[in-house]
């Protein structure tokens, strides 16, 4: 078609080691998006994992509830006081709006788990300035990169 632009996607992100590290070594306040008390979840695993690596966890979710003694909250928006990371436990689809979530929140970072793609909300993200990881667990990076045995 002449005359028409088309963008071109945004550049494959790749996940910084030196970044991860920093996240899982560093005590920080990680939002849990999509972390509720069904303890079938891998969100409700990698929750635990977390508190035991030191960070203070905000479950997010729908119901609001209340997991590991943490307050729930429906929505990122509501969360009150700094957040240091949103670790993202939704599907790919609807993972965009919770990374916009986390910009305007003024999250440090955005973690979008295993399984979780979302190139054009990673650049989005990484325009904003917050730091990165997608595709990946706190529970399969920390031991590999010797943060957690």
């Not at 303890?39 to 030191?54: P, Q, S």
């Not at 960070?55 to 509501?78: D, F, Q, S």
């Not at 979780?116 to 667990?137: F, H, P, Q, S």
């Amino acid at each position: 078609m002449a005359g028409r632009h088309v963008l071109d996607p945004p550049p494959r992100h790749r996940n910084d080691p030196a970044v991860i590290r920093g996240l899982l070594t560093t005590p920080g306040r990680w939002a849990v998006v999509g972390l509720s008390t069904n303890t079938a979840r891998v969100a409700h695993e990698i929750a635990a994992y977390l508190i035991d690596l030191g960070m203070e966890i905000v479950p997010v979710h729908p119901r609001a509830e209340t997991v590991y003694g943490a307050r729930g909250y429906t929505r990122l928006a509501e969360v009150p006081g700094p957040i240091d990371v949103v670790d993202v436990f939704v599907r790919s689809e609807i993972a965009g709006p919770v990374v916009d979530d986390a910009i305007a929140a003024g999250a440090g970072a955005v973690w979008l788990q295993l399984g979780v793609i979302d190139e054009e909300a990673a650049a989005r993200a990484r325009a904003a300035g917050l730091a990165v990881v997608m595709d990946t667990c706190p529970a399969i990076e920390a031991p590999r990169l010797g943060a957690h045995q």
